[in-house]
């Protein structure tokens, strides 16, 4: 789901900025977003109308349409256009001192030789992406402490190119898309949830927020990063897979009693898995599903992408979950078997 009620415990505001007038200045970084669709669209242009040193990898006619006539940012029916450096060659560019990643996680394998010529000696790394990410296990204590998430990592190329102690966590609600090449539209949304992996509140993870919240957006920091990653993914782990089954939006599926049961199941053990883990909700699997139906009319990402002839991003929603719930012993029947239905239904007919 692209965005929903975010709020949780044990986390901090940072307000955004205000108009033009009450952004103070702040000194300029080399940044660069890879991935310039939706997320990585609008997180590039607010920070390059803030004055950053920003860089886009992209391809095909959106990578021309930046290139010729700017990035558009209609935000809420506000049209901006900036102008920023735009390659489909990552190489080219050098150490960064941030890099975004807003690809989807199944392109994480082909994309990290890329992302990886972009650090140098103080990068961060600050994925913008749906469910378990690569670097999950880092620092997060037994069980999984050290592991490989095969679902997401299935070589371990990801954590040898890109280090999980660049990483800060981001979970990201935000509602945008890309109409045509070269514009990014926001039409809800404008949350970005930062996190260190070892829960500490570190300097990086307070300037980078300070850096974000300058550039316009809303920024809450956390010292339970991965509860924020399991509240995202509770409602992304059943409706995505379900909207591709389905072609259903989400007000229909979370108002059908067959389809809400069949959310409950798969929702209930993607938490068992979670609180197994040691993460807390804070409100019950009704109220989530509840949030689910208020966003009304919306088709899901994966859905979005299913219908577009891409491929779906349910390695990282679902099979990361399974995979978890194996290591600690949770039973996950349903979703397995959503998952399964979901990998078929996705997959091409070869004649």
């Not at 650090?119 to 469910?131: K, M, R, S, W, Y």
């Not at 804070?282 to 009304?296: H, K, L, M, S």
């Not at 088709?299 to 979005?304: D, E, G, R, V, Y």
Request: hydrophobic share 45%.
């Amino acid at each position: 789901m692209a965005q929903g009620n975010a709020r949780a415990i044990g986390r901090t505001s940072i307000a955004p900025a205000g108009d033009e007038r009450d952004r103070r200045p702040a000194p300029a970084h080399r940044i660069t977003v890879f991935g310039a669709g939706a997320v990585g669209g609008y997180i590039a242009a607010r920070l390059a109308a803030a004055g950053h040193d920003v860089s886009v990898v992209a391809r095909g006619p959106h990578l021309r349409a930046i290139r010729e006539r700017g990035l558009v940012l209609d935000d809420r029916g506000k049209p901006e256009t900036v102008t920023l450096r735009a390659t489909d060659r990552a190489e080219d560019l050098g150490p960064q001192q941030l890099v975004v990643i807003a690809v989807k996680a199944h392109a994480m394998t082909a994309a990290a030789p890329a992302i990886a010529s972009l650090i140098g000696a103080e990068t961060v790394l600050l994925p913008a992406q749906n469910g378990i990410p690569w670097w999950f296990p880092y620092r997060a204590g037994a069980p999984i402490e050290g592991k490989r998430m095969a679902a997401v990592d299935p070589d371990g190329s990801l954590a040898d190119r890109l280090d999980p102690a660049r990483v800060l966590g981001c979970v990201v609600y935000l509602a945008a898309s890309v109409p045509e090449p070269g514009r990014v539209r926001r039409f809800g949304g404008d949350l970005l949830i930062l996190g260190e992996p070892d829960g500490s509140m570190s300097r990086r993870l307070l300037q980078l927020g300070e850096l974000l919240a300058a550039a316009g957006l809303r920024i809450e920091t956390t010292e339970r990063i991965r509860d924020a990653i399991w509240m995202k993914l509770w409602g992304n782990v059943a409706f995505n897979p379900l909207s591709v089954l389905t072609g259903a939006k989400m007000e229909r599926m979370a108002g059908d009693a067959g389809v809400r049961a069949v959310l409950r199941a798969m929702m209930l053990e993607c938490q068992a898995v979670a609180e197994r883990l040691g993460a807390r909700f804070d409100r019950d699997v009704e109220g989530r599903i509840e949030e689910a139906r208020r966003i009304g009319d919306f088709k899901t990402s994966m859905l979005q992408d299913f219908e577009a002839g891409r491929a779906v991003e349910i390695d990282a929603v679902v099979g990361a979950v399974i995979e978890l719930g194996r290591d600690v012993g949770v039973a996950t029947p349903m979703l397995e078997a959503i998952d399964a239905l979901t990998r078929m239904r996705a997959t091409p007919v070869v004649a």
